[in-house]
């Protein structure tokens, strides 16, 4: 029997990370009795190592609860728990796709930030309502009629009635239900039309394979339909449908307004994409549902087992996560300095060191990763084109006509006292300036225009660290421009090794050549012989560093009682040469290879 | 070839380099006698017979103990060890502690070889690195020895001390050459973290000398040992012909050793297997297991596996310039060298590190300057 549709609230959390999304959820299943208190434990639907340790959300979820509200009806609540990083914004656009509403989290004492704002635009631009609310005001530096300004001037919502609640306390959480049934509106869609529901994310799961999470827009779904991919064409036997409860319970059928779980013995969620539409195969809808677009990576890196004999390990771990990720790519990929590895791609930077920590913690490799590359579009004198991820691609620049990098558009939120020190630090990385708006007296939002290449190295740490971590930044991809780019390479003895070079633009060749080479004099150990460290632009050598030869290495003593204690020396010695990388004659750490990264 | 080591874990003062156990705190002194006598008879009860060829009273300091002491434990040695008539017999001193009383009860105990803990003979040196005794302090304990009979000397040397030149290293050298010293042990200073030094240096209070003239001291002192007929015969160690220390050659051809005392080590074949134990560490845990009649191990006497007893002979052996034998080699292991190790030894040799000549195995200068890297070819990988 279908839950009636007027009384269905489908909504999503919006707030900058620790303004408290996750503490105000786990409150709302505890008011609406939907985990037994005895069973809450903290950010309940971050289920992941990771997000529970940086407080962040990389996965969707959701969770069903019923509340009753003061007009003594039961109304059936959907929350879904997007990520809220850059990195994830198609995801989130698709998760807010799938609500009708937004609840604003803003703190009381920060306001709001870049990533929120983006996010709020999203969730307008998808025609949600938008509740806003301010939390934290137990601090005593709160100041909520502040907060509540901010959004009307910034945002331009009313925000006069937004209830002030403490999420940590429960204080006031009840307004914010009962906001959510008073302002944002029921699903609306047909239910006696051909099913058309919205695929907002994917899991995989061992017992029942591929689970596609949806929001039914239109029609019903149940268990035994055949349903058809509107992106793909393919077409799968419904096995189960569920709902969250937040742990997955089988259900008869999910209909209009409802959001759920399908399960259709699916092999690998790149099957079952996010932003696609399912509808019934034997009764198809005629259009999908608009938004649909593949996910496209745009950092890539070379990833390598520490230990070589460790390939099929890093093979099989990737082929793991990729089940439940499918805008992670990788293919292999080999090195002369790191031998058998994979190029992979990523959504951007902190999906790249989020897959690289699953992949040290969850699969327990030792991993050396290579610098960062974004694609360039490289066209060459004889008028062919082609892209390139890894500079060791890049063609002879004799070759080279011209190339082009990627730009974005960034936005940056920061109290004004920071305004010089981040416009210094985006001129910095060849940023033009475009805009800045003074969103209140002391709050700036700045407008550049920046080269991805140059904000995947250090740019968010160096933000955070010139305005002492108050300012915030959102980027979104925007076109490619052409640009004088080189390649820099790195000799150690005069052998090049390719796992250290980049592209980089020429104006900061020298000097990152320079800040590399030094890097590399300090971390390379000294061998028995002088190893000459050179930077180079095609022959061309820009700077030179040496690392000293060692000249002895030997134990003064060695008698009856330090036998044992030399044999185990030894062992570990040779354990750390194993873990070394020859490049020619001279053995590398894998610090050296994360070098070229931590250079400002 | 076997030997027997005892230690007497006790010092005047600690020098500010060192940072092995010690006590300056000479209290328990009498009661860590009374120890080692008892767990003599229990080491000898418990392990298979043998004749020793050597002794050798290490340290800690053996000459710190009161007069008739290490008579009376060598008196207690011989009654629970077969010792050879002709063992050489070796104790540790240092010149500060020792007198002519001293050096007399030594030779009539049958001790013949004396190990002196010189250092320096620099006074401003021996003082940076807190040395009780003065190079006058060494000379005149040397000619009471001479005089009492010791025809076997030797002295330790250290380079590369903080304010040191590779004038002074080789001065040192020269000033116990023309004194006659018959073996001279050469330790490069390694700078510990923890010790008094180790603050000194990182606290900018000493500082030591470039990297470039240590080595000059090594290379330089080494050749002018040479010349005066000092023959290096193990990475730190030169003696005049057939002085060379039997003791510690035994070390180095991976032979059979029982220690004695706290925190001492051992190596032996029990039932066929190459096994390795050592002492407790805590001196009143091995006091207390001493008097209550149980071997004062620090764990249980660990088998070493066949391919690591082989690493070990090669390990120790090409610490010595005439490296290992391969006929040694081959009646230890029923194996030749070259079928276990046949990737190492090419490499070396490639590398001009290792030559086999005389039917052994042996690094040169080079391969024995870099000895620890030398010695990686033969793990496995």
Same mark, same amino acid.
């Not at chain 1, 009753?68 to 997007?82: A, P």
């Not at chain 2, 005149?140 to 001479?146: G, H, K, L, P, S």
């Not at chain 2, 003239?213 to 050749?223: K, P, S």
């Given at each position: 029997?279908?839950?009636?549709?007027?009384?269905?609230?489908?909504?999503?959390?919006?707030?900058? %990370?620790?303004?408290?999304?996750?503490?105000?959820?786990?409150?709302?299943?505890?008011?609406?009795?939907?985990?037994?208190?005895?069973?809450?434990?903290?950010?309940?639907?971050?289920?992941?190592?990771?997000?529970?340790?940086?407080?962040?959300?990389?996965? @969707?979820?959701?969770?069903?609860?019923?509340?009753?509200?003061?007009?003594?009806?039961?109304?059936?609540?959907?929350?879904?728990?997007?990520?809220?990083?850059?990195?994830?914004?198609?995801?989130?656009?698709?998760?807010?796709?799938?609500?009708?509403?937004?609840?604003?989290?803003?703190?009381?004492?920060?306001? =709001?930030?870049?990533?929120?704002?983006?996010?709020?635009?999203?969730?307008?631009?998808?025609?949600?309502?938008?509740?806003?609310?301010?939390?934290?005001?137990?601090?005593?530096?709160?100041?909520?009629?502040?907060?509540?300004?901010?959004?009307?001037?910034? =945002?331009?919502?009313?925000?006069?009635?937004?209830?002030? %609640?403490?999420?940590?306390?429960?204080?006031?959480?009840?307004?914010? !239900?009962?906001?959510?049934?008073?302002?944002?509106?029921?699903?609306?869609?047909?239910?006696?039309?051909?099913?058309?529901?919205?695929?907002?994310?994917?899991?995989?799961?061992?017992?029942?394979?591929?689970?596609?999470?949806?929001?039914?827009?239109?029609?019903?779904?149940? @268990?035994?339909?055949?349903?058809?991919?509107?992106?793909?064409?393919?077409?799968?036997?419904?096995?189960?449908?569920?709902?969250?409860?937040?742990?997955?319970?089988?259900?008869?059928?999910?209909?209009?307004?409802?959001?759920?779980?399908?399960?259709?013995?699916?092999?690998?969620?790149?099957?079952?994409?996010?932003?696609?539409?399912?509808?019934?195969?034997?009764?198809?809808?005629?259009?999908?549902?608009?938004?649909?677009?593949?996910?496209?990576?745009?950092?890539?890196?070379?990833?390598?087992?520490?230990?070589? @004999?460790?390939?099929?390990?890093?093979?099989?771990?990737?082929?793991?996560?990729?089940?439940?990720?499918?805008?992670?790519?990788?293919?292999?990929?080999?090195?002369?300095?790191?031998?058998?590895?994979?190029?992979?791609?990523?959504?951007?930077?902190?999906?790249?060191?989020?897959?690289?920590?699953?992949?040290?913690?969850?699969?327990?490799?030792?991993?050396?990763?290579?610098?960062?590359?974004?694609?360039?579009?490289?066209?060459?004198?004889?008028?062919?084109? !082609?892209?390139?991820?890894?500079?060791?691609?890049?063609?002879?620049?004799?070759?080279?006509?011209?190339?082009?990098?990627?730009?974005?558009?960034?936005? %940056?939120?920061?109290?004004?006292?920071?305004?010089?020190?981040?416009?210094?630090?985006?001129?910095?990385?060849?940023?033009?300036?475009?805009?800045?708006?003074?969103?209140?007296?002391?709050?700036?939002?700045?407008?550049?225009?920046?080269?991805?290449?140059?904000?995947?190295?250090?740019?968010?740490?160096?933000?955070?660290?010139?305005?002492?971590?108050?300012?915030?930044?959102?980027?979104?991809?925007?076109?490619?421009?052409?640009?004088?780019?080189?390649?820099?390479?790195?000799?150690?003895?005069?052998?090049?090794?390719?796992?250290?070079?980049?592209?980089?633009?020429?104006?900061?060749?020298?000097?990152?050549?320079?800040?590399?080479?030094?890097?590399?004099?300090?971390?390379?150990?000294?061998?028995?012989?002088?190893?000459?460290?050179?930077?180079?632009?095609?022959?061309?050598? %820009?700077?030179?560093?040496?690392?000293?030869?060692?000249?002895?290495?030997?134990?003064?003593?060695?008698?009856?009682?330090?036998?044992?204690?030399?044999?185990?020396?030894?062992?570990?010695?040779?354990?750390?040469?194993?873990?070394?990388?020859?490049?020619?004659?001279?053995?590398?750490?894998?610090?050296?290879?994360?070098?070229?990264?931590?250079?400002? | 070839? &076997?030997?027997?080591?005892?230690?007497?874990?006790?010092?005047?003062?600690?020098?500010?380099?060192?940072?092995?156990?010690?006590?300056?705190?000479?209290?328990?002194?009498?009661?860590?006698?009374?120890?080692?006598?008892?767990?003599?008879?229990?080491?000898?009860?418990?392990?298979?017979?043998?004749?020793?060829?050597?002794?050798?009273?290490?340290?800690?300091?053996?000459?710190?103990?009161?007069?008739?002491?290490?008579?009376?434990? $060598?008196?207690?040695?011989?009654?629970?060890?077969?010792?050879?008539?002709?063992?050489?017999?070796?104790?540790?001193?240092?010149?500060?502690?020792?007198?002519?009383?001293?050096?007399?009860?030594?030779?009539?105990?049958?001790?013949?070889?004396?190990?002196?803990?010189?250092?320096? $003979?620099?006074?401003?040196?021996?003082?940076?690195?807190?040395?009780?005794?003065?190079?006058?302090?060494?000379?005149? *304990?040397?000619?009471?020895?001479?005089?009492?009979?010791?025809? /076997?000397?030797?002295?330790?040397?250290?380079?590369?001390?903080?304010?040191? $030149?590779?004038?002074?290293?080789?001065?040192?050298?020269?000033?116990?050459?023309?004194?006659?010293? /018959?073996?001279?042990?050469?330790?490069?200073?390694?700078?510990?973290?923890?010790?008094?030094?180790?603050?000194?240096?990182?606290?900018?209070?000493?500082?030591?000398?470039?990297?470039?003239?240590?080595?000059?001291?090594?290379?330089?002192?080494?050749?002018?040992?040479?010349?005066?007929?000092?023959?290096?015969?193990?990475?730190?160690?030169?003696?005049?012909?057939?002085?060379?220390?039997?003791?510690?050659?035994?070390?180095?051809?991976?032979?059979?050793?029982?220690?004695?005392?706290?925190?001492?080590?051992?190596?032996?074949?029990?039932?066929?297997?190459?096994?390795?134990? &050592? *002492?407790?560490?805590?001196?009143?845990?091995?006091?207390?297991?001493? /008097?209550?009649?149980?071997?004062?191990?620090?764990?249980?006497?660990?088998?070493?596996?066949?391919?690591?007893?082989?690493?070990?002979?090669?390990?120790?052996?090409?610490?010595?310039?005439?490296?290992?034998?391969?006929?040694?080699?081959?009646?230890?292991?029923?194996?030749?060298?070259?079928?276990?190790?046949?990737?190492?030894?090419?490499?070396?040799? $490639?590398?001009?590190?290792?030559?086999?000549? *005389?039917?052994?195995?042996?690094?040169?200068?080079?391969?024995?300057?870099?000895?620890?890297?030398?010695?990686?070819?033969?793990?496995?990988?």
């Amino acid at each position: 029997m279908a839950y009636s549709q007027d009384l269905i609230r489908n909504f999503c959390i919006i707030a900058h %990370i620790d303004h408290g999304k996750s503490t105000l959820a786990d409150r709302m299943m505890e008011l609406t009795d939907t985990v037994a208190l005895r069973d809450m434990e903290a950010q309940m639907l971050d289920t992941m190592d990771i997000e529970r340790e940086r407080g962040i959300t990389i996965k @969707a979820t959701a969770v069903r609860m019923f509340y009753t509200h003061t007009d003594g009806k039961q109304y059936m609540f959907n929350l879904i728990d997007t990520p809220g990083h850059v990195d994830f914004t198609y995801e989130v656009s698709r998760a807010l796709a799938a609500c009708e509403g937004a609840v604003l989290v803003v703190d009381a004492t920060q306001g =709001i930030e870049a990533q929120t704002l983006a996010n709020v635009y999203l969730a307008l631009d998808n025609g949600l309502e938008i509740v806003p609310v301010i939390n934290k005001i137990d601090l005593p530096s709160a100041d909520a009629e502040h907060a509540i300004r901010e959004i009307e001037d910034v =945002i331009g919502l009313p925000a006069a009635d937004a209830p002030r %609640i403490s999420a940590k306390l429960g204080t006031n959480v009840n307004e914010v !239900l009962a906001q959510i049934v008073e302002l944002v509106p029921p699903p609306a869609g047909r239910a006696d039309v051909p099913l058309r529901a919205l695929i907002f994310d994917s899991i995989y799961d061992n017992y029942k394979g591929a689970l596609s999470y949806v929001r039914v827009k239109e029609g019903t779904v149940r @268990a035994g339909m055949r349903i058809r991919s509107m992106a793909t064409g393919r077409e799968f036997e419904v096995t189960e449908v569920g709902v969250f409860t937040p742990a997955l319970k089988p259900t008869d059928e999910l209909s209009t307004g409802e959001v759920g779980y399908v399960s259709a013995s699916i092999k690998s969620v790149s099957e079952t994409k996010v932003g696609d539409t399912i509808t019934d195969a034997d009764n198809p809808a005629a259009e999908p549902l608009p938004g649909y677009k593949q996910a496209n990576p745009m950092v890539f890196c070379g990833i390598y087992p520490a230990d070589g @004999a460790d390939y099929e390990s890093l093979r099989d771990a990737l082929d793991k996560l990729v089940l439940n990720d499918a805008s992670l790519s990788y293919e292999p990929e080999t090195s002369m300095a790191l031998g058998f590895g994979f190029r992979c791609g990523f959504l951007g930077l902190l999906h790249m060191e989020i897959i690289q920590e699953r992949l040290e913690r969850e699969f327990d490799l030792d991993l050396v990763t290579t610098a960062p590359s974004v694609i360039y579009k490289v066209r060459k004198n004889d008028g062919t084109e !082609l892209t390139v991820d890894n500079p060791s691609n890049l063609p002879d620049p004799s070759e080279i006509q011209s190339m082009e990098e990627p730009m974005v558009e960034a936005h %940056i939120m920061t109290p004004s006292d920071y305004v010089g020190a981040i416009m210094e630090l985006c001129q910095e990385k060849r940023g033009v300036f475009r805009d800045m708006k003074y969103i209140e007296e002391n709050r700036v939002n700045i407008l550049y225009e920046l080269p991805l290449n140059e904000i995947i190295y250090d740019f968010f740490d160096q933000l955070k660290s010139r305005s002492r971590g108050y300012a915030s930044f959102d980027y979104e991809l925007k076109e490619y421009v052409q640009s004088d780019l080189v390649k820099l390479d790195f000799l150690l003895n005069g052998d090049m090794c390719d796992a250290l070079s980049t592209i980089v633009h020429r104006d900061k060749a020298y000097a990152k050549g320079r800040a590399v080479a030094e890097k590399l004099q300090e971390v390379i150990p000294r061998q028995q012989f002088e190893i000459p460290i050179q930077a180079a632009i095609g022959g061309k050598i %820009i700077a030179r560093e040496t690392v000293r030869a060692v000249r002895k290495d030997v134990l003064a003593k060695c008698y009856g009682g330090d036998i044992t204690r030399k044999k185990k020396l030894l062992e570990k010695q040779k354990e750390g040469k194993k873990r070394m990388r020859q490049i020619g004659t001279v053995s590398l750490p894998s610090e050296a290879f994360m070098s070229v990264l931590r250079i400002n | 070839m &076997a030997g027997l080591y005892l230690h007497i874990p006790y010092c005047k003062s600690k020098c500010r380099y060192c940072d092995f156990v010690s006590f300056a705190d000479c209290e328990s002194m009498g009661e860590y006698c009374a120890a080692l006598l008892k767990e003599m008879r229990l080491d000898a009860a418990a392990l298979p017979k043998q004749a020793y060829d050597t002794v050798f009273f290490g340290g800690g300091t053996p000459s710190i103990l009161p007069v008739g002491a290490v008579a009376m434990l $060598t008196d207690a040695l011989r009654a629970s060890f077969e010792i050879m008539p002709d063992a050489e017999i070796t104790i540790e001193a240092n010149p500060g502690t020792l007198n002519e009383t001293k050096l007399r009860e030594y030779r009539a105990a049958g001790i013949n070889r004396l190990s002196m803990g010189l250092q320096s $003979t620099n006074d401003a040196l021996l003082e940076t690195i807190g040395r009780i005794h003065r190079y006058a302090d060494f000379v005149q *304990n040397y000619e009471c020895a001479r005089a009492a009979g010791f025809t /076997n000397i030797s002295a330790d040397l250290m380079y590369g001390l903080p304010g040191q $030149t590779v004038k002074d290293h080789l001065d040192a050298i020269e000033t116990l050459y023309r004194l006659g010293l /018959n073996h001279i042990s050469a330790y490069s200073l390694i700078v510990e973290e923890g010790t008094p030094l180790y603050t000194d240096v990182t606290g900018g209070a000493e500082s030591l000398p470039a990297e470039d003239d240590v080595y000059l001291m090594h290379r330089r002192g080494m050749e002018f040992l040479e010349t005066l007929g000092y023959a290096r015969y193990e990475i730190s160690n030169y003696a005049k012909p057939g002085f060379a220390s039997r003791h510690n050659l035994n070390y180095w051809e991976n032979g059979m050793y029982l220690g004695l005392g706290l925190n001492s080590h051992s190596a032996m074949r029990i039932n066929g297997s190459w096994m390795r134990f &050592a *002492n407790t560490e805590r001196l009143s845990d091995y006091i207390m297991s001493c /008097n209550q009649g149980i071997r004062p191990l620090a764990s249980e006497p660990e088998a070493i596996p066949r391919a690591e007893e082989m690493f070990e002979t090669v390990m120790l052996g090409l610490r010595k310039t005439e490296g290992i034998s391969e006929a040694a080699f081959r009646l230890r292991f029923g194996e030749e060298i070259e079928d276990v190790y046949p990737e190492a030894l090419k490499s070396l040799a $490639t590398h001009g590190w290792l030559v086999r000549d *005389n039917g052994a195995c042996r690094l040169t200068d080079e391969g024995l300057d870099f000895q620890n890297e030398a010695l990686l070819a033969f793990l496995p990988d």
